[in-house]
């Protein structure tokens, strides 16, 4: 994933900046070394200014509220929503700290932060896509036990594994993008005549590349998409069971319920993972392939808009988020015990 990265940080070579003047400036003009600023006009300037204002406020805006909501509401502390929250903070993130520099990268041509700074990105930015990418997993994995073997389902996953999962991962992929960005950290222009001053970009080799891809990437979604080609199988399965037993006339209310609400919550998920995919992998096939910058840009804007798109599916399919906006906006939570109420029905204090 690191050495595409290259690429998705630096935004292929399409990325300019402003400048009123014709001349050629350069992003540091007191150093020889400097990179060269490209030229915008003032209104692609100031539309994409907005556009990266707006798309990061709506990111992290919404994942805060689904952050609010899962960490406030005592009936959302259940192992899916967890993992679900986990999702969500790796989206902030991304709103947070990923879309604002790049897009004033994107916007100005010149990274303005300095070789730390630099260094702490990239650790950043590899942890935000690993992070995704293992709660997906996660999720995966919760929908799979959950649905396939459900009497086994309280006893495999509780929130305690549930919390220690989500730990190490969090843990274990911080360590890994540390390691690989300091391994392969050639940040000091003075080691580097391939770059200029005002650049942010790493140079992995070749093992490195194939580790990463397989680890961050092609293990996780051949997991992912396995799991759930057998969720949807077994779903299937069940819904044919559960209608011959009603022709027969024979009780499986509970049951079926049960199971309903599983295959449901399956679903919504599933519709969240295959979005996040399909963000994904066109941008990784291209990156691995000779193809125009301006291509890769807009594929990479295309995996940072992602970020912003969980909270809808959450509107759209589950009640309780409805019910917690609606509080959260309306400072509900405020109230005493605001935390017991069930929210699973219309909130009213």
Same mark, same amino acid.
């Given at each position: ?5 290259? *690429? ?13 003047? +014709? ?28 556009? #990266?204002?707006?798309?990061? %406020? ?20 259940? &192992? ?8 969500? =903070?790796? +989206? ?5 700290? =990923?879309? &604002? ?7 100005? !041509? ?12 990239? @650790? ?15 999720? %995966?994995? +919760? ?10 389902? &309280?006893? *495999?996953?509780?929130?305690?594994? !549930?919390? #220690? ?16 960005? @300091? ?23 070749? %093992? ?11 293990? &996780?979604? !051949? ?11 077994? %779903? ?15 009780? =499986? ?10 295959? *449901? ?7 969240? =993972? ?25 594929? !990479?804007? #295309? ?47």
């Amino acid at each position: 994933m690191k050495g595409e990265q290259n *690429k998705l940080l630096t935004g292929g070579d399409s990325v300019m900046a402003y400048e009123t003047e +014709d001349r050629e400036t350069q992003c540091f003009p007191a150093i020889n070394s400097s990179c060269i600023k490209g030229k915008r006009s003032k209104y692609e300037y100031n539309i994409m200014y907005v556009f #990266v204002s707006f798309l990061s %406020a709506w990111t992290v805006f919404l994942n805060l509220l689904v952050i609010i909501s899962i960490s406030h509401f005592k009936k959302l502390h259940t &192992p899916t929503n967890l993992i679900i929250l986990s999702l969500s =903070v790796a +989206d902030l993130l991304m709103g947070l700290i =990923v879309i &604002p520099i790049e897009g004033t990268r994107l916007i100005e !041509t010149c990274w303005y932060f300095g070789d730390t700074y630099c260094r702490l990105f990239m @650790i950043i930015l590899g942890l935000v896509f690993s992070a995704s990418f293992s709660s997906l997993g996660l999720i %995966a994995v +919760d929908r799979y036990v959950a649905v396939c073997h459900p009497l086994q389902y &309280p006893q *495999k996953i509780t929130t305690t594994k !549930t919390l #220690v999962s989500i730990g190490l991962s969090w843990l274990s992929f911080s360590t890994y993008n540390t390691i690989l960005v @300091i391994y392969n950290g050639y940040f000091d222009t003075s080691h580097r005549t391939d770059m200029c001053y005002g650049e942010c970009s790493v140079t992995v080799g070749f %093992a490195w590349r194939v580790t990463d891809l397989f680890m961050s990437f092609i293990f &996780p979604c !051949t997991l992912i998409i396995t799991l759930y080609l057998r969720i949807f199988y077994v %779903a299937r399965q069940q819904v044919k069971v559960i209608n011959s037993l009603m022709k027969g006339g024979k009780c =499986v209310m509970e049951g079926s319920v049960r199971r309903k609400s599983e295959r *449901k919550a399956a679903l919504t998920l599933g519709i969240i =993972v295959t979005v996040y995919l399909l963000c994904y992998i066109p941008y990784y096939i291209c990156s691995m392939s000779v193809i125009s910058s301006t291509t890769i840009s807009f594929l !990479t804007w #295309v995996v940072y808009t992602n970020s912003g798109l969980n909270p809808l599916v959450y509107a759209l399919f589950y009640s309780w988020f409805k019910n917690t906006v609606k509080n959260i906006l309306t400072l509900k939570i405020f109230q005493p015990k605001s935390s017991l109420v069930n929210i699973f029905t219309e909130y009213q204090l």
